[in-house]
């Protein structure tokens, strides 16, 4: 199996080296792990800024390790982009620049304002909370074409105070379904997130009925990430992974190299 989503001590908040997520890797007999360190562009003096300070050092430090682990782990090169309307330039030019194989598009911000930080549903109810952020997601995706997967697409979900119905998917459906037609459109893909399953909800990002609408749309490209910041949660989780992707129509996941998809078999 493959994750496709890990973050290393690159990211302010990774606890483990990049060396470390691949043993954790290796011993989970994984065939694959893409790392994809934070890169939020943002105002320099954001002290909040979650960003990969030495793009070099970044690239350099993964080829190393993907030489290190050669036969026993294939490690790709990529990158979890955080977008707002104002940086999708800055984020377009990175991609070009740096010679990732996979790259991750997410929003944490509406306005400037993280859902993590609670102060973000003081002032949505739970309703607004959901299309607040989804309207920014499909705005900022018909403006941005440089990425391969939109990143949990209900990333706001973990931090929300309000409490989790299992029709909640359904909040926001237009939406929702505008954003999915998007990616189709585009020839881009979306992960299933298995950080969903540590929240109350019991449920990936996206929600497997909304998995399973993409794939009724024609979506075809679909990861696996775990979004794993320490060695524990590497692979979390994967096996519920496959069985949703199963249920929503997918019989292989995506892998990328220098951006092209290769389809695996699951
Ligand atoms: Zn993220
Ligand atoms: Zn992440």
């Given at each position: 199996?493959?994750?496709?989503?890990?973050?290393?001590?690159?990211?302010?908040?990774?606890?483990?080296?990049?060396?470390?997520?691949?043993?954790?890797?290796?011993?989970?007999?994984l065939k694959e792990i893409?790392?994809?360190?934070?890169?939020?562009?943002?105002?320099?003096?954001?002290?909040?800024?979650?960003?990969?300070?030495?793009?070099?050092?970044?690239?350099?430090?993964?080829?190393?390790?993907?030489?290190?682990?050669?036969?026993?782990?294939?490690?790709?090169?990529?990158?979890?982009?955080?977008?707002?309307?104002?940086?999708?330039?800055?984020?377009?030019?990175?991609?070009?620049?740096?010679?990732?194989?996979?790259?991750?598009?997410?929003?944490?911000?509406?306005?400037?304002?993280?859902?993590?930080?609670?102060?973000?549903?003081?002032?949505?109810?739970?309703?607004?909370?959901?299309?607040?952020?989804?309207?920014?997601?499909?705005?900022?995706?018909?403006?941005?074409?440089?990425?391969?997967v939109l990143g949990h697409?209900?990333?706001?979900?973990?931090?929300?105070?309000?409490?989790?119905?299992?029709?909640?998917?359904?909040?926001?459906?237009?939406?929702?379904?505008?954003?999915?037609?998007?990616?189709?459109?585009?020839?881009?893909?979306?992960?299933?997130?298995?950080?969903?399953?540590?929240?109350?909800?019991?449920?990936?990002?996206?929600?497997?009925?909304?998995?399973?609408?993409?794939?009724?749309?024609?979506?075809?490209?679909?990861?696996?990430?775990?979004?794993?910041?320490?060695?524990?949660?590497?692979?979390?989780?994967?096996?519920?992974?496959?069985?949703?992707?199963?249920?929503?129509?997918?019989?292989?996941?995506?892998?990328?190299?220098?951006?092209?998809?290769?389809?695996?078999?699951?």
């Amino acid at each position: 199996m493959l994750d496709y989503h890990v973050h290393s001590t690159f990211s302010p908040d990774g606890e483990m080296t990049m060396e470390e997520a691949c043993r954790q890797a290796v011993s989970l007999e994984l065939k694959e792990i893409a790392v994809t360190d934070h890169m939020d562009i943002d105002l320099p003096d954001n002290e909040k800024a979650f960003q990969i300070k030495d793009m070099n050092q970044y690239i350099s430090e993964l080829e190393r390790i993907r030489e290190d682990f050669k036969g026993r782990l294939k490690v790709k090169k990529g990158i979890e982009i955080g977008l707002q309307d104002w940086t999708l330039e800055m984020a377009a030019d990175l991609t070009v620049k740096y010679p990732f194989d996979f790259v991750i598009a997410s929003v944490h911000l509406v306005n400037g304002e993280d859902p993590y930080f609670r102060t973000y549903f003081h002032t949505r109810d739970k309703i607004k909370s959901y299309t607040d952020y989804y309207h920014t997601i499909l705005d900022l995706l018909k403006d941005y074409d440089n990425f391969n997967v939109l990143g949990h697409l209900d990333y706001f979900r973990r931090y929300s105070p309000y409490e989790y119905k299992p029709q909640d998917y359904r909040i926001g459906l237009d939406l929702t379904e505008a954003i999915l037609r998007l990616l189709v459109q585009k020839g881009k893909g979306i992960e299933l997130n298995t950080a969903g399953f540590r929240h109350s909800s019991n449920q990936p990002h996206p929600h497997p009925e909304v998995l399973k609408w993409f794939r009724e749309l024609g979506g075809e490209i679909v990861t696996i990430g775990s979004d794993a910041h320490n060695a524990a949660f590497i692979g979390y989780e994967y096996k519920r992974a496959v069985e949703c992707l199963k249920y929503a129509g997918f019989d292989y996941v995506a892998a990328f190299s220098e951006m092209k998809p290769e389809f695996i078999r699951i």
